[in-house]
C-alpha cells in the first residue's frame, strides 16, 4: 500500500483545510488510516483515525469538534476536514495505515505498515 498526502497550504487562524491521503494497492481499501501530526521539536502526536468500513472513528481531545475524519473506499481516499484552525495546529501531517485499528494515541512509527510522506499545515496570521 501506498500512501500519498495532499492539501496542505498556509492559512489564517480560524481558516479550514482539507487534507487527503489517496491509498493504492489492492487492499487499501480494508485498511484502518490514521492522521498524525508532529510540530518542530515535538513529538509525534496522534489526530485522528477512521476503520475501514469508515464506521469507527476517534479524535484527540485537542482537535474534536474541529477536525472530521471521512473515508470513500471507492476512491482509496481518506480526508480530514479541519476548520477553526489555530496556530497551535502547525505541524507536518502524516496519514498511516495498519490492518487493526488501533485509536487513541500514536504506539511509534513501527505499529503502522505503511506511511506517507506528509504535507506542512502552518496557521499564521
Known amino acids: 500500500v501506498q500512501l500519498v498526502e495532499s492539501g496542505g497550504g498556509v492559512v489564517q487562524p480560524g481558516g479550514s483545510l482539507r487534507l487527503s491521503c489517496a491509498a493504492s494497492?489492492?487492499?487499501?481499501?480494508?485498511?484502518?488510516i490514521y492522521w498524525f501530526r508532529q510540530a518542530p521539536g515535538k513529538e509525534r502526536e496522534f489526530v485522528a483515525a477512521?476503520?475501514?468500513?469508515?464506521?469507527?472513528?476517534a479524535y484527540a481531545d485537542s482537535v474534536k469538534g474541529r477536525f472530521t475524519i471521512s473515508r470513500d473506499n471507492a476512491k482509496n481516499t481518506v480526508c480530514l476536514q479541519m476548520n477553526s484552525l489555530k496556530p497551535e495546529d502547525t505541524a507536518v501531517y502524516y496519514c498511516?495505515?495498519?490492518?487493526?485499528?488501533?485509536?487513541?494515541?500514536?504506539?511509534?512509527?513501527?505499529?503502522?505498515?505503511?506511511w506517507g510522506q506528509g504535507t506542512q499545515v502552518t496557521v499564521s496570521s
Open positions: 494497492g489492492p487492499t487499501s481499501s480494508s485498511y484502518a
Open positions: 498511516a495505515a495498519t490492518p487493526r485499528y488501533y485509536p487513541g494515541t500514536y504506539y511509534g512509527r513501527e505499529k503502522y505498515d505503511f
Open positions: 477512521i476503520n475501514w468500513s469508515g464506521g469507527a472513528t
